[in-house]
Structures are given as structure tokens and as C-alpha cells.
């Protein structure tokens, strides 16, 4: 939908008297008006050097204004978005601007109803997970009615159904679904005494599309569903959910039959000073979206979670993992231990360590050499590790404060990726890496601060080596300049190995953030919680401005 700045004022102001005259015993105190401003815009320079593109329009633009009103048990809210146009790296189909989110919603002690926008979750995510990324472009946001019930103490009821954001359309398939949880402690008197916490849940969930493919013989409605467990008592917690979804072909996994199967299971132990955690995962042809026709990150039900954390340096960002929904079998343990103040090891402060194991691999799987019949492709063994190897990363962070203006944090990754596998590329292969990080902040006085960054991930594959080297100085309480460089120093092609060198500076106060920088912008990919989108090479002046009230 395209509409003007003033169409919009005009809406938000029609819907503010609008809810300003319902009745004054659902409006029961004062309105309160919130909102969020971002604008993320760049100026494009060819670099044949580095693969950045010409672009005709020479500069692109991302940026949202978001307003949210709550007055008593009504509140509505609207979100304007404008590309003008996207920013490389992000859909073309974003081009333009208008309304792309908006609400309204009445809730009480008991019940909730929202009509219009909303993201929602049930579980992990496997069967049913709505969010909006702003930074990976992402926003499948189910545009219908959701119902949230609390009939009784300790039960939780969620219902909805809709059709899902397709940029500035809606997809083919409509979304149902529905959620129960049951929270024992509270559902059961005097249950809340007991020191250990049990709550039950499930989700059901249909998609429905016509099914008017000359080809194949498709299912026009889809059902999945998941079940959980989450139990507490002390310092334990045990969670587990599993999920299970009707043969789904697409054009993901190739118009096969299988049904998917997707598991996940999290222990983990924390006390004073120390605390463990375990997961395991299996997913076995779990892409769910609302178009079967869809590819990469469009029109996805639901999401499933990665078992690496996200990391947020650099150079150990290079190389991120992109869960694989067509299926994998995958570990990770992660323990978090502080050597206490005082000690030989801890000194003064107290020593942070934290270690942490992933092991994903492919399903164990046998073809079946069926296509031409009735296309189930394969059969997975429930328990077995297959190969290749997709990801196995060994991290060790440590974390020190040697005085009040001092700290550091230094970090070693030993990485296996495959991106051919993850990134869908051919011709790369398995990169070993070994990567490191020395983190260190030292404050100037009261107000001034130095923040600087060494970094290096070493590799005989892909493009070789790199070297990264940040300084960042904060001065006053409002104003920063920084520079960086990174240095692909391995590159077996001399041309190659080039710096993408970076100035940036910028104004804080509040809530309000302003940021200019240039420089080169390396091709790679992003990746947050294994959801990822490609970002290609760039060369120019940036300007970033958030605010929210």
C-alpha cells in the first residue's frame, strides 16, 4: 500500500479520536503515545577493487517511524516504513514506503484481542514464530485476529489466523494456529510452595494454500504440531520440545513427501559463580512457510533456533552458522565460570571464563532413489550423525579487570565451517580457522574513554587470512569518533588483499543516537540467530539516526 506522510498523520490522528472517545470505563486513565525513529542511509562509490557495484540511484535509504497510543484496555499503533531505495543487501522489493504495520488491541485481566498486525510465538518457534528483524530485513508479521485467553489460574490459550507480510503484499497462504500452556505451581493449590516448576505446552498449526500445481499432486492444507516440557527446581532447568509437520513439498526441500521432524533439548545448572549449559538439537525438514513456492527467507511460519550464539566481534562474526532446516544434528555445551575475587587467578575483581563446544553435522540418511515415484528422497536415521560436517567451533572467552579504568576481554575460536553447505555456495569447500580477540577499554577520567580492538583469523582456505584493528574515543558524555580497518593480508591473489578502512563519528544523548561514517564495506553475511542475509561489498558515506520516546 503507498501512501503520503500527510495520509498518514491523518489516519493516526483519526484513530487517537477515535479511541480518545470510547467509553470512559474501558479508557480508564490517561493516554500515553510512544514511538521509534530509525533512518539508515548511504552514499554509493563503485570499488572494482573490493566488488562494489555501481548503483544507478547512487544512494539508498531504510527507515521506519513506529507510534504506539495506550489509553486504559485499548491501544493501537501503526509503523511507516520508506526504501527509498533499499539499501544494497536488503530485497528490491522494499522499494517504495507506506504503512506496513498497524493495530489496534483491548485487553483485560483475562483476555486479550488484537486485530490487525501482530508477531507472535509458540514454544521455540519450530511450528509458529512471527518477528520483526529490522537489521536483516525481515518482517513476517501476521496481519488477522489473534485471541489470548486466561480462563484460569495457570492457563494460558493463544489463537490466530491470518495472512503473513510478504513486502508490501500479503502471501498466498493463510496461517491458523493455537497454543496451550499450563503452568502447574499456579494451576494446583498450594502447588506454588514446591520448589520444583513444571509447565506444559502445545501448538497446533495449519497452513492453508490452493493447490493448483500442474505438476505435482500437492496438499492444499498442512498441519504441525509441538509439544514441550519445562521443569525447574533450584539452580536446574530442563527444557524440550518437539515438533512435527505433514509432508510439506516446496520449493525448499524439492518437492519432496517427507514429513519433518524438528527436536531441541536444554538442560542446563547456574549458581554463584558457575553455570552449565547443554543443547541438542535435530531437525529433519522443518522449513515451514505460508508459500510453497517461496525461497530463502520469505513467508517463514516459524523459526528454528541455532545452537551458536551470535557472536559480535568481527572477525569471529566472519564465518557465521545459518541453521539448515532441511536437516541437521547438532551439540552445544557452553559453561560460564568466575574465579572468585581475591584469588591467584581472579585478582581483585574476579576472572570471567566462559568455553563453549558446537558440533553440527548432517542427518544420517539413506536415498531412496524415488523421485520419479512417490518422492520421499530419503530416510533419516532418528539417532545417527551423518556427514558432511556442517559446523564444529570451539570458543574460550576470557574476561578481566585489573583496575577501575582497565578491563579487557580476550577471546580464541577454533572453527570448522563448510560454506558450501551453509552459504550455499560451491567451489569453497571446509575453512579452518583459528581466530583471536583482544577487547580492551580504558577510561581516560570521568568522562573519557578509549575502546580499542585487535582481532585475527587465520586460514588457508577461502580468502586467506585477515587482520582487524579498531580505536574508538568517547569524549564528553554525548560525542565518539572511531576508526577501523580490516585487512585481508592472507589473500592468495596480491590484488586482493586489500583495506577496508573506516572512519566513523557520531552524537548520543538519551535515547537519540547519530552516527556518519566512510569507508569499505567487505562482502560477507549476517547472521542473527541462524536466520542470515547476504551483504555485498560497498564503498561510500553512511548516516544512521535512531530515536525513540
Avoid at 480518545?20 to 486513565?29: A, D, F, R, T
Avoid at 530485497?91 to 507472535?120: C, L, P, W
Avoid at 515438533?243 to 545448572?269: E, F, H, M, R, V
Amino acid at each position: 500500500m503507498k501512501i503520503s506522510v500527510s495520509n498518514i498523520l491523518g489516519v493516526l490522528a483519526i484513530c487517537v479520536a477515535a479511541i480518545s472517545n470510547v467509553n470512559s470505563q474501558i479508557l480508564n486513565g490517561p493516554g500515553q503515545l510512544h514511538g521509534s525513529v530509525e533512518i539508515d542511509a548511504q552514499y554509493y562509490k563503485p570499488d572494482s577493487a573490493i566488488g562494489a557495484p555501481k548503483v544507478p540511484e547512487k544512494m539508498g535509504l531504510n527507515s521506519f517511524a513506529q507510534l504506539d497510543y495506550t489509553n486504559g484496555r485499548i491501544s493501537a499503533g501503526i509503523r511507516y516504513e520508506a526504501y527509498e531505495d533499499a539499501l544494497q543487501g536488503y530485497d528490491s522489493r522494499y522499494n517504495g514506503n507506506g504503512i506496513a504495520n498497524k493495530y489496534i488491541k483491548y485487553a483485560d485481566s483475562t483476555m486479550s484481542i488484537t486485530v490487525g498486525n501482530f508477531y507472535e510465538q509458540f514454544g521455540s518457534g519450530m511450528v509458529l514464530r512471527s518477528y520483526w528483524n529490522y537489521s536483516l530485513g525481515i518482517d513476517n508479521s501476521i496481519d488477522g485476529v489473534r485471541l489470548l485467553y486466561n480462563p484460569y489460574k495457570g492457563i494460558y490459550i493463544k489463537g490466530l489466523i491470518g495472512h503473513q507480510r510478504y513486502y508490501w503484499a500479503e502471501g498466498a497462504g493463510i496461517v491458523r494456529g493455537a497454543d496451550a500452556e499450563i503452568h502447574l505451581n499456579e494451576l494446583i493449590p498450594n502447588w506454588d510452595q514446591h520448589k520444583t516448576g513444571i509447565i506444559l505446552g502445545g501448538s497446533f498449526v495449519s497452513k492453508y494454500q490452493v493447490a493448483d500445481d500442474p505438476t505435482y499432486n500437492l496438499p492444499a492444507n498442512v498441519a504441525a504440531g509441538a509439544g514441550r516440557l519445562t521443569i525447574t527446581n533450584g539452580g536446574f532447568s530442563l527444557y524440550s520440545e518437539y515438533s512435527y509437520k505433514a509432508n510439506d513439498p516446496s520449493a525448499i526441500n524439492n518437492y519432496l513427501y517427507n514429513p519433518g521432524q524438528g527436536i531441541i533439548t536444554k538442560l542446563s545448572y547456574a549458581q554463584k559463580g558457575l553455570s552449565i549449559e547443554l543443547t541438542g538439537e535435530r531437525i529433519d525438514n522443518m522449513d515451514f512457510k505460508s508459500d510453497r513456492a517461496a525461497i530463502k527467507n520469505d513467508l517463514d511460519i516459524n523459526y528454528l533456533p541455532a545452537l551458536p550464539r551470535d557472536e559480535t566481534y568481527a572477525l569471529m562474526a566472519f564465518y557465521p552458522y545459518a541453521t539448515q532446516p532441511t536437516g541437521e544434528m547438532g551439540f552445544d555445551g557452553e559453561m560460564r565460570y568466575t574465579l572468585p575475587k581475591g584469588s591467584l587467578l581472579g585478582g581483585h575483581y574476579g576472572t570471567d571464563i566462559d568455553v563453549e563446544y558446537s558440533a553440527i553435522n548432517a542427518l544420517d540418511t539413506t536415498n531412496l532413489n524415488d523421485l520419479t515415484t512417490t518422492r520421499q528422497g530419503y530416510t533419516a536415521s532418528f539417532l545417527g550423525i551423518g556427514k558432511p560436517t556442517y559446523f564444529d567451533n570451539l570458543t574460550i572467552e576470557v574476561k578481566h579487570k585489573f583496575s577501575p579504568k582497565f578491563r579487557m576481554i580476550v577471546q580464541y575460536c577454533n572453527e570448522v565451517y563448510n560454506k558450501d553447505i551453509i552459504q550455499q555456495e560451491t567451489g569453497f569447500a571446509t575453512v579452518h580457522a583459528d581466530i583471536g580477540v583482544f577487547d580492551g577499554y580504558y577510561r581516560l577520567s570521568e568522562k573519557h574513554t578509549l575502546h580499542f580492538e585487535l582481532q585475527e583469523l587465520y586460514t588457508k582456505q577461502d580468502q586467506g587470512s585477515w587482520a582487524y584493528a579498531l580505536a574508538e574515543y568517547n569524549f564528553g558524555s554525548d560525542w565518539f569518533v572511531g576508526a577501523l580497518d580490516e585487512y585481508n593480508y592472507g589473500n592468495s591473489i596480491a590484488a586482493q588483499q586489500i583495506h577496508y578502512f573506516t572512519l566513523t563519528g557520531g552524537y548520543t544523548h538519551n535515547a537519540l543516537r547519530i552516527s556518519v561514517g566512510y569507508g569499505k564495506t567487505r562482502a560477507g553475511i549476517l547472521c542473527v540467530g541462524g536466520v542470515c542475509r547476504q551483504i555485498p561489498a560497498a564503498d561510500g558515506f553512511t548516516l544512521s539516526i535512531t530515536n525513540s520516546f
